[in-house]
T-cell receptor, first 114, second 113 residues
């Protein structure tokens, strides 16, 4: 799987948009970009994923650059409960069990301040 | 629909003891995984399974064993516990297929003293 690079930490004011960047310059054409978050040592929670088009769901939006070498997760109105470690993961989809594993880095600690 | 359930939530083991961490899922997922997370670090894959009767090693399998006799259950066995196995253990499951997400349990916090 391609390696990802994320800032170690970020701050955001409550009610403002949180924009979390991720660099994945070695991504391959068959790799998806996934975002998970982990709140205070709970189990990781799936947020969103995409291949090359921008995606939006009830939790967040995912913007992937045209060359697919970077992406941004957007939490449109951050709340205190969004304080968590956010993981950007690229994951190849194909046959074989190891292709479905998620490889976690250290992620970005997002702190939402009142 | 409980999702992925792990037991116990907490456990203290003495060096050399053995134990089994239980994981069960009720979503009929074919893929299941065990991860460990050391303080301040990301998750590392221990073992995974692509279906009943099939398991394979991940990044850090030494000191652990797994079995998958049913689709629902994927227990992780620690033999001869060591302090280096002090960690939080997460079980996860997913379907196979493009664009699928993995669901995680709430973790088992294990301390070996």
């Amino acid at each position: 799987d391609a390696k990802t690079t994320q800032p170690t930490s970020m701050d955001c004011a409550e009610g403002r948009a949180a924009n979390l960047p991720c660099n994945h310059s070695t991504i391959s054409g068959n790799e998806y970009v996934y975002w998970y978050r982990q709140i205070h040592s709970q189990g990781p929670q799936y947020i969103i994923h995409g291949l090359k088009n921008n995606e939006t769901n009830e939790m967040a939006s995912l913007i992937i650059t045209e060359d697919r070498k970077s992406s941004t997760l957007i939490l449109p109105h951050a709340t205190l409960r969004d304080t968590a470690v956010y993981y950007c993961i690229v994951r190849v989809l194909g046959s074989g069990g190891s292709n479905y594993k998620l490889t976690f880095g250290k992620g970005t600690l997002l702190t939402v301040n009142p | 629909n409980a999702g992925v359930t792990q037991t116990p939530k907490f456990r203290i083991l003495k060096i050399g003891q053995s134990m089994t961490l239980q994981c069960t899922q009720d979503m009929n997922h074919n893929y299941m995984y065990w991860y460990r997370q050391d303080p301040g670090m990301g998750l590392k894959l221990i073992y995974y399974s692509v279906g009943a009767g099939i398991t394979d090693k991940g990044e850090v399998p030494n000191g652990y064993n797994v079995s998958r006799s049913t689709t629902e259950d994927f227990p992780l066995r620690l033999e001869l516990a060591a302090p280096s196995q002090t960690s939080v253990y997460f079980c996860a499951s997913s379907y196979v297929g493009a664009g699928t997400e993995a669901f995680f349990g709430q973790g088992t916090r294990l301390t070996v003293v």
